[in-house]
Nanobody
Framework: QVQLVESGGGLVQTGGSLRLSCAVS????????VGWFRQAPGSQREFVAS???????DYLDSVKGRFTISRDGSKNTVYLQMNSLKLEDTAVYYC?????????WGQGTQVTVSS
């Protein structure tokens, strides 16, 4: 059974950094893409970043240059390094993995950025 477990969220001041981790229960290279989404209160869930099986990365425009997605195949873990955090980055961050039409989600981890 595929499980995605996020960790690394927390409370941080503006300008600070956090690194989120998404531990996957199976080989991450079995997925076409593993990525991060976020959902702020009262807002729809939005794409943040992804990395595909070939290593290509994509980012939401507002996080480009601040966030970096990476992976460690030996640990079946995908990371999201978040620097220069802003108030508007506050959200629950979810890890998502997909293979063809199958999509798997983690439970999410809260990131709160305070002034």
């Amino acid at each position: 059974q595929v499980q995605l477990v996020e960790s690394g969220g927390g409370l941080v001041q503006t300008g600070g950094s956090l690194r989120l981790s998404c531990a996957v229960s199976v080989n991450i290279f079995e997925f076409n893409t593993v990525g991060w989404f976020r959902q702020a209160p009262g807002s729809q869930r939005e794409f943040v970043a992804s990395i595909n099986v070939g290593g290509r990365t994509d980012y939401l425009d507002s996080v480009k240059g601040r966030f970096t997605i990476s992976r460690d195949g030996s640990k079946n873990t995908v990371y999201l390094q978040m620097n220069s955090l802003k108030l508007e980055d506050t959200a629950v961050y979810y890890c998502r993995a997909n293979v063809l039409s199958k999509i798997y989600w983690g439970q999410g981890t809260q990131v709160t950025v305070s002034s």
